[in-house]
Structures are given as structure tokens and as C-alpha cells.
């Protein structure tokens, strides 16, 4: 097995919390890593933050915005913003990047879909 795989791995396993608002926070630095993005944040389907990675500002600002982007009003200046539901409508996790390129959009989405079921996966835990 690779050697930076098994730390990534072993890195991850030591980052686990019973506690649901740490655990989304780990989930969403990870992806926030991962992804290479600015902001990752859950937000209820009233546009308040449940949890973040990123400048608190960015966070509230994403949260803020995300159900309207949900319902598709571009809002938000520059691009670079995902919008998903989690389990249906009353959870959002919400993305910002502050540069896309093509090499980063494949390993992006595919942060951005582990994002959305890690945070299912929380949630129902909790």
C-alpha cells in the first residue's frame, strides 16, 4: 500500500467524533482540503450555518445565499459555488473555490459527493 495513502488513512481514523457538530466539521475541512476549496458549509434551508470550514464570514455569506442559489438564482459573483442538498431539501452543503481550473474540477466533484454522504451519514447518525 502507498505510504501517503496509509497516513492519509490512518489521519483520517484519528479524526472521528461521536459529537455530530465536530464530525461536520471534520467532514468539511477534510473536503475543504481535498477539494481545494475556500468554503465548505451546511446550511438549513433558512440560509443559517449548522457548521463550516473557512472564514466564519465566508461561511455565513454561503449559508446566507445557498437556498436561493438552490432554487437557481446566481447570486454570488465569480463562479466557482456548488449548492447540493443533503436528504432532501432542509440541508444544504454549499461550496465555494476561488479559482476552478479543469485538473482541479474532477478531484473537486469528487470531494463534493464524499462531502454530501459523509454529512447524510452524520446527520442520520445524530
Keep these: 500500500m502507498d505510504r501517503s495513502f496509509r497516513h492519509s488513512l490512518e489521519d483520517r481514523r484519528r ?3 461521536i459529537d455530530p457538530l465536530v464530525a461536520l466539521h471534520y467532514q468539511l475541512s477534510s473536503t475543504r482540503k481535498e ?3 475556500d468554503t465548505v458549509v451546511v446550511a438549513d434551508d433558512e440560509g443559517v450555518v449548522v457548521a463550516g470550514a473557512g472564514s466564519w464570514a465566508a461561511c455565513e455569506e454561503l449559508a446566507a445565499f445557498a437556498p436561493l442559489i438552490a432554487r ?3 447570486l454570488l459573483e ?3 459555488v456548488s449548492v447540493r442538498s443533503v436528504g432532501g431539501d432542509r440541508v444544504l452543503l454549499c461550496t465555494r473555490a476561488a479559482q476552478s481550473t479543469e485538473e ?3 478531484v473537486r466533484e469528487a470531494a463534493i459527493t464524499r462531502a454530501v454522504v459523509g454529512v447524510s ?3 442520520q447518525a445524530a
Design 121 to 123: 451519514r452524520i446527520l
Design 104 to 106: 482541479l474540477s474532477a
Design 78 to 80: 465569480g463562479g466557482g
Design 72 to 74: 437557481g438564482e446566481p
Design 35 to 37: 477539494g481545494a476549496l
Design 15 to 17: 479524526r472521528r467524533s
